[in-house]
């Protein structure tokens, strides 16, 4: 998802009180770790909540209006596959009436006709179906079972009842070289949006970076592919292209900054500053069973902990592009180097650097991938 | 493709106006993003209509402001062009 933005401050109207870190503008709701496919680059932990972990109903309920109070405008229904939820009609439904705008993030599994409909009727917007690739045998390959056919079907279900519909893709060395068919395969299915993510390694996807970076050559030839695309189809359909930060010189963004704009609620009520902070183990996540959403926002440590600048060390301290990247991505500090205080290994101005370009020369190596299981607990 | 005051600008056709009542300020919503909106930067918007020109915006709103405002308006809408949230109804939207 991206950030939403801040363009001017309040007008004329009453003010409400301000509160610690400003208003948060998105809410991502796991609502579940169950999932069909086992992609190797999934962003859920690596260890995952069962189902008997996950939040009730009513909690889910609670959460998402305790999210509007506190002044959420964009909700993403995520998972693990949400469908496998039996109440995501009722939570679609209640997030509607609170004035949401919702997505549906799922890879299409369990997207029947039907069920397709009956979202329809809670007034949900938008759906957003995750597809691997356009050669069959590799996206079942990623998926880890045969997904292609059920996935078409759910995209023209989605488009056929007046959905918004965006496609998802994560990119890596298996497909990077056929963006330009999965760019037309989107356009095909009539796709309003198409988010073609390079991946980002954390969890499994840090697990499985060796089978899943791609070579420097593949990453320019995309990007040629991608930006002529963007030009060509910008009437029709919406292109998202989100860089391989590992070929860049500078760092992504921290989502806004940290705790700024963006919270995630995983499957079991632990509320965190971005779905990559559960790899930060230094970090302690408050749960909404003991909690409200707005004092987690305010109070929980693991939201104050990167918030602002005073936690940065040089080189970030004085340095100008700070208001830009925020530092760069805490989650992928904490993965490579151990402290989340550290720049983003992706920086050029610091040493840790030659940690991401050692490892842009796994793209020599064979392909392995290393799936999510629920039957060995993760 | 530069906005000119003979423009006619429309909405992106995914993005939609909204009042938020925690925030107390009209929004711009759009699939997975928002923008914050301040009175001005609303009022400019709701007459974005695929009917009327950059000109004639600016026009209807130089009673309200009692003043001449073509050149904020302009730049408002060019600012929101560049993010691709208004476009020139002459094209597909």
């Given at each position: 998802m991206k950030p939403a933005r801040a363009v001017e401050s309040n007008g004329n109207a009453p003010a409400p009180a301000p509160i610690a870190g400003g208003r948060p503008t998105t809410l991502l709701a796991e609502l579940t770790h169950r999932c069909p496919l086992r992609c190797p680059y999934c962003s859920?932990?690596?260890?995952?909540?069962?189902?008997?972990?996950?939040?009730?109903t009513d909690d889910w309920k609670r959460v998402l209006t305790q999210a509007r109070e506190l002044g959420v405008l964009q909700l993403g229904l995520s998972g693990g596959e949400p469908l496998v939820r039996k109440d995501l009609e009722q939570l679609?439904?209640?997030?509607?009436?609170?004035?949401?705008?919702?997505?549906?993030?799922?890879?299409?599994?369990?997207?029947?006709?039907?069920?397709?409909?009956?979202?329809?009727?809670?007034?949900?917007?938008?759906?957003?179906?995750?597809?691997?690739?356009?050669?069959?045998?590799?996206?079942?390959?990623?998926?880890?079972?045969?997904?292609?056919?059920?996935?078409?079907?759910?995209?023209?279900?989605?488009?056929?009842?007046?959905?918004?519909?965006?496609?998802?893709?994560?990119?890596?060395?298996?497909?990077?070289?056929?963006?330009?068919?999965?760019?037309?395969?989107?356009?095909?299915?009539?796709?309003?949006?198409?988010?073609?993510?390079?991946?980002?390694?954390?969890?499994?996807?840090?697990?499985?970076?060796?089978?899943?970076?791609p070579s420097r050559a593949q990453v320019e030839a995309a990007s040629a592919v991608v930006d002529d695309a963007i030009a060509v189809h910008r009437d029709r359909m919406q292109i998202i292209y989100v860089l391989p930060d590992y070929f860049e010189e500078s760092p992504k963004a921290c989502y806004g900054g940290w705790g700024s704009v963006y919270l995630v609620v995983a499957p079991d009520g632990r509320t965190l500053p971005c779905h990559g902070a559960t790899h930060i183990t230094t970090l302690k996540f408050d749960t909404v069973r003991e909690h409200s959403l707005s004092w987690i926002w305010e109070q929980s440590s693991a939201f104050q902990a990167y918030r602002g600048d005073d936690w940065m060390r040089e080189p970030c301290r004085t340095c100008p592009q700070k208001a830009v990247d925020f530092g760069g991505c805490r989650c992928q500090a904490f993965a490579l180097t151990?402290?989340?205080?550290?720049?983003?290994?992706?920086?050029?101005?610091?040493?840790?650097?030659?940690?991401?370009?050692?490892?842009?020369?796994?793209?020599?190596?064979?392909?392995?991938?290393?799936?999510?299981?629920?039957?060995?607990?993760? | 493709m530069a906005l000119t005051s003979e423009s006619i600008p429309v909405l992106w056709r995914l993005a939609r106006l909204d009042f938020d009542a925690v925030r107390q300020q009209h929004v711009l919503l759009y699939p997975e993003g928002a923008v914050l909106l301040n009175d001005t930067g609303h009022a400019i918007l709701e007459l974005c209509d695929g009917a009327r020109t950059v000109t004639a915006i600016a026009e209807a709103l130089k009673e309200k402001y009692q003043r001449d405002v073509s050149a904020d308006v302009l730049a408002y809408l060019t600012q929101l062009t560049e993010g691709d949230f208004v476009r020139e109804a002459s094209t597909s939207r």
């Open positions: 859920n932990p690596l260890e995952l909540v069962g189902a008997e972990g996950e939040l009730s679609a439904s209640h997030a509607r009436g609170l004035g949401f705008y919702s997505t549906l993030v799922t890879s299409g599994l369990g997207l029947t006709r039907k069920r397709a409909e009956r979202l329809r009727e809670t007034g949900l917007e938008h759906i957003q179906i995750s597809i691997q690739d356009t050669d069959t045998q590799t996206a079942d390959r990623i998926a880890g079972v045969p997904a292609v056919t059920q996935k078409a079907a759910a995209a023209a279900a989605v488009r056929e009842l007046g959905f918004v519909l965006s496609v998802n893709v994560v990119l890596h060395r298996a497909n990077l070289h056929r963006v330009g068919e999965i760019i037309e395969l989107a356009a095909d299915w009539g796709a309003d949006r198409l988010e073609l993510a390079n991946t980002q390694y954390y969890g499994w996807a840090l697990e499985n970076r060796t089978a899943l970076m151990g402290d989340a205080t550290n720049p983003d290994p992706v920086c050029g101005l610091t040493p840790h650097r030659a940690l991401i370009d050692a490892a842009l020369q796994d793209a020599d190596e064979p392909i392995h991938y290393q799936y999510r299981d629920f039957a060995t607990g993760r | -």
